[in-house]
């Protein structure tokens, strides 16, 4: 504990200091009766003594250890009452800014090897992704992250994280495939909206959904339409961004329409990435579009120690009375000697 951190929340108790001082000068001692015996010959003992009548009082004078425990003990009080307090370490207060759902298009066309590394190695679209992801990841300060992959079925493969280094370590984990063939880009972002919703913590936060995919939708339970206006009424942004050859015919042709629709009818962005480049410049323009909400603050918590103060005063106490009991039982038969002198001397 530093005392150059203490501070009293009540400092005005300290007034009280002076209380026993004022009681002490101006306030009379308390007087107790005690029992006595009436004798008719009163008036000829005191002739006999030469004494004169008059009010008796036997005023008990305390110890000078007693004194100081009284002293220390009030000043001890006075200072609880006051509520010291001690700041602590300093300590750092994050608040998250968005929760963003990452889907990522898994079909057998995202093998296809018509993208290129920044060495100018040919890759697949995949692992274009997973470049381009960690780039964009480490934009993202203070936003929780979930991944969903969807194939023949959209799957839910990281809840909402902070922890971008086990996003990013499930991210590299995934394959070509591994959840079927064909696109069901519907049922993604319906996936994504039950997430945001059985999420408490993403009530009070952006929702933004970014999809990946270089296919149209072939066979969703929910239509990528319908989707997309259930998003716009939960407050779920979408950005997509299409992959590939848009000259592409089949199931792997890119259904630019629909992609332009979801974008829009959920108040996102549509883009389209025929190369790397391009991927890269899409997610540098949805950081733009969602820039990081991310706060940081200090602050000190403060901890009070007024209940030290008052265990030293119940310390003090139980040593005052031990000591005076001590003091009655060890001194007694010396007092007793000593009255019994005098007894015998008068």
């Not at 990841?137 to 839910?156: C, K, S």
């Not at 990435?273 to 603050?297: M, V």
Request: glycine share 6%.
């Amino acid at each position: 504990m530093s005392w150059s951190t203490l501070t009293l929340t009540y400092p005005l108790w300290l007034l009280l200091l002076p209380l026993p001082v004022v009681v002490y000068r101006f306030v009379p001692a308390y007087k107790t009766k005690q029992s006595a015996i009436k004798v008719p010959f009163f008036n000829k003992l005191l002739d006999i003594l030469g004494e004169q009548p008059e009010l008796g009082a036997s005023q008990l004078q305390p110890s000078w250890w007693q004194r100081g425990i009284l002293i220390v003990s009030w000043c001890l009080l006075v200072i609880a009452m006051t509520k010291p307090t001690v700041l602590g370490e300093p300590q750092t207060r994050e608040k998250l800014g968005r929760d963003v759902m990452v889907a990522v298009d898994l079909s057998g066309s995202m093998s296809e090897m018509d993208f290129s590394s920044s060495d100018g190695q040919a890759v697949s679209r995949l692992d274009a992704v997973k470049s381009v992801l960690h780039e964009f990841v480490a934009t993202r300060e203070g936003d929780r992250l979930g991944l969903i992959l969807f194939g023949d079925a959209a799957y839910l493969q990281t809840p909402f994280t902070a922890d971008h280094d086990v996003w990013l370590a499930l991210l590299d984990q995934t394959e070509v495939a591994m959840a079927g063939q064909s696109t069901h880009l519907g049922d993604a972002i319906g996936l994504a909206i039950k997430v945001f919703e059985q999420s408490e913590s993403s009530k009070d936060k952006e929702k933004v959904v970014v999809v990946l995919t270089d296919g149209n939708d072939t066979g969703s339970f929910v239509e990528p339409k319908d989707a997309a206006i259930v998003a716009a009424a939960k407050g779920v942004r979408i950005h997509v961004i299409a992959m590939g050859d848009p000259a592409t015919i089949g199931e792997q042709a890119l259904d630019m329409a629909t992609i332009d629709n979801i974008a829009s009818q959920s108040g996102g962005q549509a883009f389209q990435a025929l190369d790397q480049e391009a991927l890269q410049q899409a997610y540098q323009t949805i950081g733009e579009l969602e820039p990081k909400l991310y706060e940081s603050n200090q602050y000190r918590p403060k901890q009070t120690v007024h209940q030290y103060f008052l265990m030293v005063v119940v310390i003090l106490y139980l040593i005052a009375f031990s000591t005076a009991t001590l003091r009655r039982r060890y001194g007694q038969p010396r007092e007793l000697n000593e009255t019994n002198q005098t007894g015998r001397n008068l």
